[in-house]
């Protein structure tokens, strides 16, 4: 089955740029979704397609794709995106065909 | 916009199965433009996929699970449901069930359920 691997934790101190990345065989030939879970609640899509946004996510959050490394930005960090973050795949030659990164802890200094 | 909830038993007993229903609202099960899911997330871990059902009907299942597992569509409820089967604490989880739309990712997600595994 394919492999996602995250680090396990980002710090960053508000306003500055955190990046998540999210690693994987040759992932940049694949489409990659970011997910951000608080506490207790359902995650919520905040990147699909590499770099879209669903609406009502801020500018803030960027996405890219390319080679063995997709990478979640999340520019002038604030306090609420503190969080856990999961890359996603959907791989037709793996079983399963979706996958999951292990997930990053955000924390906001 | 989509709205998904889940129901069901909060504790289910080692070897039972456990079964969950969500409920859609927003949109109809029976629309070509979503496909159906159930992913779950054991305490403190990350999300693991458990399967999918399609408009087809088909259905895909973690090979993980995939001797245990059944999604069903009832659009006369419009619902759909998992059931597990033989069940261990190793199935204690947070269970969400989730909507997507394209066929790669996950759009919509109930707020979840947890289910314990217990005597």
């Known amino acids: 089955s394919y492999v996602l691997t995250q680090p396990p934790s980002v710090s960053v101190a508000p306003g500055k740029t955190a990046r998540i990345t999210c690693g994987g065989n040759n992932i940049g030939s694949k489409s990659v979704h970011w997910y951000q879970q608080k506490p207790g609640q359902a995650p919520v899509l905040v990147i699909y397609y590499d770099s879209d946004r669903p609406s009502g996510i801020p500018e803030r959050f960027s996405g890219s794709n390319s080679g063995n490394t997709a990478t979640l930005t999340i520019s002038r960090v604030e306090a609420g995106d503190e969080a856990d973050y999961y890359c996603q795949v959907w791989d037709s030659s793996s079983d399963p065909p979706y996958v999951f990164g292990t997930g990053t802890k955000v924390t906001v200094l | 916009q989509l709205q998904l909830q889940e129901s069901g038993p909060g504790l289910v007993k080692p070897s039972e199965t456990l079964s969950l229903t969500c409920t859609v609202s927003?949109?109809?099960?029976?629309?070509?433009?979503?496909?159906w899911g159930w992913i779950r997330q054991p305490p403190g871990k990350g999300l693991e996929w458990i399967g999918s059902i399609y408009y087809s009907g088909s259905t895909y299942y973690n090979p993980s699970l995939k001797s245990r597992v059944t999604i069903s569509v009832d659009t006369s409820k419009n619902q759909f449901s998992l059931k597990l089967s033989s069940v261990t604490a190793a199935d204690t989880a947070v269970y969400y069930c989730?909507?997507?739309?394209?066929?790669?990712?996950?759009?919509?997600w109930g707020q979840g359920t947890l289910v314990t595994v217990s005597s």
């Open positions: 927003g949109g109809s099960i029976s629309s070509s433009s979503y496909y």
């Open positions: 989730v909507a997507g739309v394209g066929g790669e990712k996950f759009d919509y």
